[in-house]
C-alpha cells in the first residue's frame, strides 16, 4: 500500500483543504476478502474516490466496495481518523470436518491509518461445531468497552433470537466453539497494529458440553429444565447404562459423574437446585459451612439451599464471611444480584420468613429454631466457597448495631416485666444494661446487646426530634422518611413543636387529608397520628387521625407534639407534613375542614374525648361545605360540667355574619348552606364532677334530587356510550356505578347504573357507537347505518353516533346513501343539511363531511373507517344514514363516484382537506358525464408538498382510454382549466412528504355540446316519424269503415253483464235507446241446432259461423264461450264506461240499431213457455219482468255521437 498527497481537486473545497490534506493510497485485498470503505454520515462532503484510466478518472461515492486481489489507487478528501471508516468481511467456509481458511488471517498494513472492522462469519453444516483457537494471548469476556484498542465480539444465533458476547485481549478464553451463521468481529482504532494470523479454525460434529459432578450423601443436586429452547439432552452412563433425559436428573451420593448435554449451552435451557443438609447439637453443627463449587455450575441460574436442623433452645448463628446483608420487604427484590432467603421455624410451628440483598449492616444472623437457609444466584455471578459458617450454642440474646440522626433521640423501653430480657449498652470499660428501658442521645455506632433473643417482641422504641419555629419560620419540616432503626421493633416516631405563647404551629397535611378517629383506636393501614398540645392544666389530645378524610389543616397554640405509629415489620408510608407557623389565636386547636360532595356523614370530637375538655378553653372548627349542599349538625353524645363561672357555649358564624350562641341542648343548625365556623368554648368547671366532653357529626347532602339511570347495552354486544360534561355549570354531578366523573364511559356488552346530579341537559352531551366488524366478507351482509334504540332513561339528546366499520387487509367499504346521493362538504359548497356524517380512517385521517342529495352516488374506502352522523333530533331519523356493504379490495385508497350536475358547479376534494392526504395514499373520482355535455376541470386550490420518497401524481384519463390527457407531478405546474368530452377518471396519489402537505380542490362545471349534424339528423328524423303516423292513421280509419259495413250483426253475450266500464258506445238505457231493433232475422241462426243436416250451417256466410250469438235465450248457466280473464276495472272519477271497445272485443262489431226497452235482454215476456221452439203461449198484452238491476243504475249522459 502506498500513501501519496495530493492536492486539492477544486476551488470549492479550497476553504476546507487548507484546514486538511488530500490523501491517496494504493492499496489491494487479498484473496476472498471483501472491503468496504465508507465515510461518515456527518460528513457530506467526504467522499471516497477511486483514481483510474489514462488521465486519473475518479469514481467518487460515499461507499465504496473494493475487488479482491485487484491494485486500485483510493483518495479521500478529509481526514480518515475522523470521517471514514474501513470493514474487512471473510468467510469461514467448514465442511464436516474442515474449515477454509483453517487459519484465519489480517491484513495488518491494509488501512492501517483507519477504523477498522473485521468481520469472519461462520459457515457450516448442520450439527457441526466449529472451533476458533485464539491464537497468543486469549480473550476476556466483558460488557464494558476496551481501552487498549481492540474490541472483540460474537453473535450467535439459537432459536428465534440472537446473543452478543463481547472480549478485550488477556483472558482466560483461548477456545470459542461456534455453529453455523455465527459472527466474530474486530474492532480496531487507528493505527493500531493488528496481529497478522488470530485464529486456528477447526470443525467437528457437534458434542455438547460435558459437566462432570461429585455430590455427598448430605447433597441432593436437581438438574431441571425451564426452556424448551435450544434442544437439549442431558445423558448420563456409558453403553447399555446409558439414560438420557429432556426434562431433567436429580443425583445425591455419586463421584466424578460426568453430565452430558447434547447443546452447547445447556444453561440456556437447564436450572440447577443443590440442597444440602446440615445437622446441629447445642454446641456445633456438621458440615461446619455452607459452601459450593465456585466454577462447576457458574454460567447456570443456581438455587442453592441448607436445611439446617436445630435443637430446642439452641441459638443457631450464621456468620457471613464476606458479604453483609441488608433485610429488603417480602414484595421487594435483589436485581441481578444473589438474594437470600432464611426461614425460620418457631416452637409453635410458625414460620418466619426474612429476605436480605448484599451491601447492608449485617453480618451475623441469630436464629432460634430449624433454618431453610436459601441463595438464588443468576447466571455468571461470582461467589465465594463458604457462603456462610455456622454455629450452635444454647440459646442466649441478640446484638444490634445503630447509629441514630442528628438531632434525634432514641428511646428503648418495655410495657412487661416478663420474659427476662435486658437491654444493654457496650460502652468502656463495661456494659450499661437496663430491664426497663435505654436512651440513645448521641449520633455515633453504638453496639446494643439484648439478653433475649427476639426483644422485638418485649421492647418497644421511640424516635424523638425537636423543631423549635421563630416569628416567622421553622426549622424544620415532619417528613418521615423511611428509617432503617429498629425495623423489626413497634416504633413511635414523634416530633416535638415549638412556637411563641401567643401564635400557633400550623399543620397541612397533602390530599386526600385526614380522617379523625376515636382516642386510642388504630388507623386500618396501622399507621397512626397523634396530636397533643401541652396547656398550664396539663396535655391535651386534640386528635388522633388516620390517612384519607376530610381534615386539611390543623393550628396549635403553642407548644405541641406530632408522634406517628408504625407496628413491627411494616415498611414505612407517612404523610409528608407542612409546617409553618401560624397566625396568633386564644384557641386550643384550629381545624380546617373540606367536606366531601354528595352524601357524607363525618364525626368529630372535643379534645381529650372521653375525657374532660380542659377548663377555660375553646376549639374552632372552620367548614367548606361544597355548592349545592345542604349541611346538618347533629349532637349524638355530649356532657356538661358545673360551671363555677361563666356557661358552657357552642357558637356558630357564617362568612361575614354575627356569631350565633346555643347550648349543648339547644337544636342545633339543620338544612343550611354555605361555610361556617363552629366554636366549643367551656366554662371553670368543678373537676371533681364530670367535665366537658362532645361528640357530634356533620352531615351533607345535595339540596337537588339525582336521576339515575340504568343503561343495559348486554343486548347490545357492539354499542357503547360515551356521556361527558360538557357545560360551565359547576355542581352538575355524574356518576357510573356510584363513582363520579366528568366523563362517563359505558362499554359495549355491559350494565351500568348512572346518576346525574343538577346537570342540565344542555350541559352533558351524549354520544354512542358501533363496531360492524366483517373478518369473512362471504358471511358479511350489507349493513344499514341506523342508530338503536338506547335506553329511554336517557334524557338528554344524542349528541353524535359513531360506526366503526372493520374490514380484512383484502376489502372494501361501499357507503351509499339511502336518498341516492352525497354531497361533500368543502369551502365553496358548503352542506346546511340537518344530518351531517363525518367519515374517518382509523389512523386519524379524515375522509370528509357529508350530507345528502349531492353529487356522490357512491364512496369507496379501502380502510377501517369510522362514520358520525350528527343532526338535531335522532328520534326523527328513522331511515339508515349509510348503506354499507363489503367488497373486494380496490388499488387506490379513496374512490368516488361522481355524477355532476348542470344546475351548479361541482367541488371535490382530497381527504383530510385542507391539512392534506395521508403520506402514500391515492384517491380517485370517476366522474360520469350526461349525454351532451362536456365538463370543464379546474383545479382552483393545489397545495404541493416538499417529498421526501416518490412523488405526488395528478392525472386525468377517459374511462374508455388507457390515454392520459393529464399528468402532473409535485414539480410541475398544473393546467388552470381542462375541458373532457366524456366520462373520465381522475386519480391524485400522494408522496412520502419531507415538509408541507399534499391536498387539491377540484371545480368541475358541465357546458352543452353544439353538434349541427346532429340537429338537422334530428329534425329529419322526426319529419319522417309524422309521415309514418299519419299514413298509419289513414290505414286504420280506413278499415274500421270497411268492417262497420261489411260485419252487421247483433250481439248477444251469454256470460255475465254485458256492460263494461270503458265501453262507451252506448250510454243511453236499454229503454231509451234502439240497440236490438233487428234488420233481420235468419231463423236457422235461431233454431238451427234442431236440424240433424249440417250442410245448411256449411253453406252460411263465414260471419254467421261459429257460436249463435243472436238467439234470443233464458240464461241457464255457463255458455260454451271461453271464458276472459280480464284485469279488475279501476275506479274512475265521476264517469263509468259500460261497453267494450270494439277493439276490446272478440265478436265483430255489432250493428248501430236502437234497441226499445222491452227488447232488451234484462226483460223477459212471459208469453213466452218454456220450449224448445219458445213459441208464444197467447197473443196478449206483453208482461215483462226485469232480469237484472242493471238498467236501474244511472247511466251517463249519451252523446249525440252514437245517436
Keep these: 500500500m502506498r500513501l501519496d498527497i495530493c492536492v486539492p481537486l477544486g476551488l470549492f473545497l479550497l476553504i476546507f483543504l487548507q484546514l486538511s490534506e488530500c490523501i491517496q493510497l494504493t492499496v489491494r485485498s487479498d484473496k476472498g476478502t471483501s472491503v468496504t470503505v465508507s465515510s461518515s454520515p456527518a460528513a457530506n462532503d467526504c467522499t471516497v474516490c477511486i483514481v483510474g484510466g489514462v488521465n486519473d478518472t475518479q469514481t467518487c461515492d460515499s461507499i465504496l466496495a473494493l475487488e479482491p486481489e485487484k491494485e486500485v489507487e483510493v483518495l479521500f478528501n478529509c481526514p480518515v481518523e475522523q470521517f471514514y471508516s474501513v470493514t474487512i468481511n471473510q468467510l469461514i467456509e467448514c465442511t464436516k470436518d474442515t474449515c477454509t481458511p483453517s487459519t484465519i488471517e489480517t491484513q495488518p498494513s491494509l488501512f492501517n491509518d483507519f477504523p477498522r472492522t473485521f468481520i469472519w462469519t461462520i459457515k457450516a453444516p448442520e450439527k457441526t461445531v466449529v472451533g ?111 439414560t438420557c433425559s429432556q426434562t431433567g436428573k436429580t443425583l445425591t451420593d455419586v463421584q466424578n459423574l460426568a453430565l452430558e448435554f447434547s447443546c452447547l449451552k445447556p444453561q440456556e435451557a437447564y436450572r440447577v437446585e443443590v440442597k444440602t443438609t446440615i445437622e446441629c447439637t447445642q454446641s456445633s453443627c456438621t458440615p461446619t459451612a455452607g459452601e459450593l463449587n465456585p466454577n462447576t455450575w457458574k454460567d447456570f441460574q443456581r438455587t442453592l439451599k441448607w436445611d439446617i436442623s436445630v435443637p430446642d433452645r439452641t441459638v443457631l448463628t450464621l456468620e457471613l464471611p464476606r458479604e453483609n446483608l441488608k433485610q429488603i420487604a417480602a414484595q421487594d427484590d435483589c436485581p441481578e444480584v444473589p438474594q437470600y432467603s432464611v426461614s425460620t421455624t418457631r416452637s409453635d410451628g410458625q414460620i418466619i420468613t426474612n429476605r436480605y440483598c448484599r451491601g447492608g449492616p449485617l453480618s451475623r444472623l441469630d436464629l432460634l429454631g430449624t433454618t431453610i437457609v436459601t441463595v438464588k444466584v443468576p447466571q455468571g455471578e461470582d461467589m465465594d466457597r463458604t457462603i456462610f459458617t455456622t454455629k450452635a450454642a444454647p440459646r442466649g440474646g441478640r446484638m444490634m448495631a445503630v447509629t441514630p440522626d442528628p438531632d434525634t433521640i432514641i428511646t428503648i423501653s418495655r410495657d412487661t416485666v416478663d420474659p427476662d430480657c435486658n437491654v444493654c449498652l457496650q460502652t468502656i470499660p463495661k456494659q450499661t444494661c437496663n430491664k426497663k428501658s435505654l436512651i440513645l442521645r448521641e449520633s455515633q455506632n453504638t453496639s446494643l446487646d439484648f439478653t433475649c433473643p427476639h426483644p422485638e417482641e418485649i421492647f418497644n422504641v421511640e424516635i424523638n426530634r425537636e423543631i423549635d419555629c421563630t416569628a416567622t419560620s421553622c426549622s424544620g419540616d415532619i417528613v418521615q422518611a423511611e428509617s432503617s432503626l429498629f425495623p423489626d421493633f413497634n416504633r413511635t416516631f414523634t416530633w416535638d413543636l415549638k412556637v411563641s405563647a401567643t401564635r400557633a404551629f400550623q399543620l397541612d397535611f397533602p390530599e386526600p387529608g385526614m380522617q379523625q378517629i376515636a382516642n386510642g383506636e388504630t388507623c386500618p393501614d396501622e399507621h397512626t397520628y397523634v396530636l397533643v398540645t401541652y396547656l398550664r392544666t396539663g396535655p391535651a389530645n386534640i386528635g388522633t387521625f388516620c390517612k384519607g378524610g376530610s381534615v386539611t389543616s390543623v393550628q396549635v397554640r403553642y407548644k405541641g407534639r406530632v408522634s406517628l405509629k408504625v407496628p413491627r415489620d411494616n415498611k414505612m408510608d407517612p404523610v409528608d407534613f407542612k409546617l409553618s407557623v401560624g397566625p396568633e389565636t386564644n384557641m386550643v386547636a384550629i381545624v380546617k375542614v373540606n367536606l366531601p360532595r354528595g352524601v357524607s356523614n363525618t364525626t368529630f370530637i372535643s379534645a381529650n374525648y372521653p375525657n374532660d375538655f380542659p377548663d377555660d378553653q375553646q376549639t374552632q372548627w372552620d367548614f367548606v361545605v361544597p355548592g349545592m349542599h345542604n349541611y346538618s349538625v347533629h349532637f349524638h353524645s355530649h356532657t356538661a360540667p358545673e360551671c363555677l363561672g361563666k356557661n358552657v357555649e357552642v357558637m356558630y358564624r357564617k362568612q361575614d355574619k354575627k356569631m350565633i350562641n346555643t347550648g349543648l341542648t339547644d337544636k342545633q343548625p339543620e338544612h343550611q348552606q354555605g361555610d361556617f365556623e363552629m366554636v366549643l368554648k367551656n366554662c371553670e368547671t368543678n373537676r371533681t364532677l364530670q367535665g366537658l366532653t362532645l361528640k357530634y357529626s356533620v352531615s351533607v347532602m345535595r339540596s337537588g334530587h339525582p336521576v339515575l339511570c340504568t343503561v343495559d347495552l348486554t343486548k347490545q354486544p357492539k354499542v357503547s356510550l360515551q356521556i361527558e360534561k360538557v357545560g360551565s355549570e359547576p355542581y352538575c354531578e355524574m356518576s357510573v356505578n356510584s363513582e363520579i366523573s366528568t366523563k362517563l364511559n359505558v362499554a359495549a356488552g355491559t350494565k351500568a347504573e348512572l346518576s346525574f346530579l343538577d346537570c342540565p341537559n344542555e350541559d352533558v352531551q351524549l354520544t354512542a357507537s358501533q363496531v360492524i366488524d366483517c373478518h369473512n366478507t362471504a358471511s358479511c351482509p350489507e349493513s344499514l347505518l341506523t342508530v338503536p334504540t338506547l335506553d329511554s332513561c336517557l334524557r338528554m339528546p344524542l349528541h353524535s353516533f359513531t360506526w366503526h366499520l372493520v374490514i380484512p387487509q383484502d376489502r372494501t367499504i361501499d357507503l351509499v346513501s339511502p336518498s341516492g346521493s352525497l354531497q361533500q362538504s368543502v369551502p365553496g359548497q358548503k352542506c346546511n343539511a340537518s344530518v351531517s356524517l363525518h367519515v374517518e380512517e382509523s389512523q386519524g385521517f379524515s375522509v370528509g363531511d357529508f350530507c345528502y342529495d349531492g353529487n356522490i352516488q357512491k364512496l369507496q374506502v379501502h380502510a377501517n373507517i369510522s362514520v358520525t352522523a350528527t343532526t338535531p333530533d335522532f328520534s326523527m331519523r328513522k331511515e339508515p ?20 350536475q348542470m344546475s351548479s358547479p361541482t367541488l371535490l376534494a382530497t381527504p383530510n382537506w385542507p391539512k392534506g392526504m395521508r403520506p402514500s395514499s391515492t384517491v380517485s373520482w370517476i366522474v360520469s358525464l350526461p349525454s351532451g355535455y362536456n365538463a370543464k376541470v379546474q383545479f382552483v386550490k393545489v397545495s404541493q408538498p416538499k417529498c421526501n420518497d416518490r412523488h405526488t401524481a395528478i392525472k386525468v384519463k377517459m374511462l374508455d382510454s388507457e390515454e392520459e390527457i393529464l399528468s402532473r407531478r409535485e414539480d410541475e405546474k398544473t393546467d388552470d382549466v381542462l375541458l373532457v368530452s366524456r366520462s373520465f377518471y381522475l386519480n391524485m396519489s400522494n408522496c412520502i412528504p419531507d415538509d408541507g402537505n399534499f391536498g387539491a380542490v377540484t371545480k368541475i362545471v358541465l357546458e352543452p355540446k353544439t353538434n349541427l349534424l346532429a340537429i338537422l339528423l334530428g329534425v329529419a328524423g322526426a319529419l319522417l316519424l309524422f309521415l309514418i303516423i299519419l299514413a298509419l292513421v289513414c290505414f286504420f280509419i280506413r278499415k274500421k269503415k270497411k268492417a262497420i259495413k261489411d260485419k252487421e250483426a247483433s250481439i248477444y253475450i251469454g256470460r255475465g253483464n254485458m256492460f263494461r266500464p270503458g265501453d262507451r258506445k252506448f250510454s243511453k238505457a236499454r229503454s231509451e235507446n234502439n240497440s236490438h231493433v233487428y234488420a233481420s232475422i235468419d231463423e236457422t241462426m235461431v233454431y238451427g241446432h234442431l236440424l240433424g243436416d249440417t250442410s245448411y250451417a256449411d253453406s252460411m256466410q263465414d260471419h254467421f259461423k261459429g257460436m249463435q250469438l243472436d238467439s234470443y235465450q233464458t240464461f241457464t248457466g255457463p255458455s260454451e264461450l271461453p271464458v276472459i280473464s280480464e284485469p279488475e276495472p279501476e275506479p274512475e272519477v265521476d264517469h263509468f264506461d259500460t261497453f267494450l271497445d270494439p277493439s276490446q272485443s272478440f265478436i265483430p262489431p255489432r250493428p248501430r240499431t236502437p234497441i226499445n226497452r222491452q227488447d232488451s235482454l234484462g226483460f223477459h215476456d212471459r208469453r213466452m213457455v218454456d220450449n224448445e221452439l219458445y213459441t208464444f203461449k197467447n197473443t196478449g198484452d206483453i208482461n215483462t219482468i226485469r232480469l237484472s238491476g242493471a238498467e236501474m243504475e244511472p247511466q251517463p249522459p249519451t252523446s249525440e255521437d252514437y245517436l
Design 881 to 900: 344514514f349509510l348503506n354499507a356493504t363489503f367488497t373486494k379490495e380496490i388499488p387506490e385508497t379513496i374512490i368516488y363516484q361522481v355524477s355532476p
Design 132 to 242: 476458533l483457537n485464539v491464537l497468543g494471548e486469549g480473550l476476556r469476556e466483558t460488557s464494558q468497552p476496551c481501552n487498549n484498542g481492540y474490541q472483540y465480539s460474537v453473535t450467535t444465533f439459537e432459536g428465534n433470537g440472537k446473543a452478543d458476547t463481547h472480549y478485550c485481549k488477556a483472558g482466560s478464553v483461548t477456545h470459542l466453539d461456534l455453529l453455523d451463521q455465527a459472527v466474530v468481529s474486530l474492532q480496531v482504532t487507528p493505527k493500531t497494529q493488528v496481529e497478522a494470523v488470530l485464529f486456528q479454525a477447526t470443525a467437528g460434529p457437534l458434542k455438547g458440553r460435558t459437566v462432570v459432578v461429585t455430590v455427598d450423601s448430605r447433597t441432593t443436586m436437581a438438574l431441571s429444565r425451564f426452556s424448551k429452547e435450544p434442544e437439549c439432552e442431558l445423558c448420563t452412563g456409558v453403553d447399555s447404562a446409558r
